[in-house]
């Protein structure tokens, strides 16, 4: 069955230092991924979307890449800050389908 | 401000109890769709409307029935739940359902319904 796997363990990292999140998945063909940022008790915040045929994509301090061959997704924030402490989620999607499919996520925290 | 709004934030009902949970997007958009969230777990897709017409019924039980008036507005009628069903219920619309290659589909999210089954 399709399956999406981000780290269930919480990163802690400090604050300047650049924070690297994973999305793998398995039994999937996607083609674009989204990140999506979500507080406590607040509804995801969509980020980040890359397609299956770009290897890369920036904005500001996140970027996004995407390996096909390897079936993952690294998210990166540079220069982290405090409020950059979130869970950050990410969602598969194939061409022309309706269902987009989201990874558990991963909690992230930045110690000042 | 995400544009899409719910009703109501926090909800406690007991099993037998019927109550509809609200959501109203303000983005202009033609799809609508209802997730589930349950703590530590990934967002559980439970409905899909595009242009009023409901294209996605994952395998939802019926105590769960969804109605969508208009493109703004999508309901979420309960009865009869189960204590499982607790969760934070997610409202979120998109410009519409992507249904051609090469189609994407960001989606805005409302702030959730807190639901406490007894």
């Known amino acids: 069955s399709q399956k999406i796997e981000q780290n269930s363990e919480a990163l802690n990292i400090q604050e300047g230092k650049t924070a690297t999140l994973t999305c793998n998945y398995t039994n999937y063909s996607p083609a674009y991924l989204q990140w999506y940022r979500q507080d406590p008790g607040r509804g995801p915040v969509f980020l980040l979307l890359?397609?299956?045929?770009?290897k890369e994509k920036r904005k500001e301090r996140l970027k996004v890449t995407f390996d096909t061959t390897l079936k993952q997704s690294l998210f990166h924030i540079t220069a982290s800050q405090p409020a950059d402490s979130a869970t950050y989620l990410c969602a598969l999607d194939r061409a022309g389908g309706f269902k987009t499919i989201f990874g558990a996520g991963t909690r992230l925290f930045v110690k000042a | 401000e995400t544009g899409v709004t719910q009703t109501p934030r926090h909800l406690v009902m007991g099993m037998t109890n019927k109550k509809s949970l609200k959501c109203e997007q303000h983005l202009g958009h033609n799809a609508m769709y209802w997730y589930k969230q349950s703590a530590k777990k990934p967002l559980e897709l439970m409905f899909v409307?595009?242009?009023?017409?409901?294209?996605e019924n994952n395998s939802v039980p019926s105590r769960f029935s969804p109605e969508c008036p208009n493109s703004s507005h999508l309901f979420l009628h309960l009865h009869t739940l189960q204590p499982e069903d607790s969760a934070l219920y997610l409202c979120a619309s998109s410009q519409e359902a992507p249904q051609r290659l090469a189609s994407y589909n960001e989606q805005f999210f409302g702030p959730g319904t807190r639901l406490t089954v007894l």
């Open positions: 409307y595009n242009f009023k017409e409901q294209t």
């Open positions: 890359i397609r299956e045929n770009e």
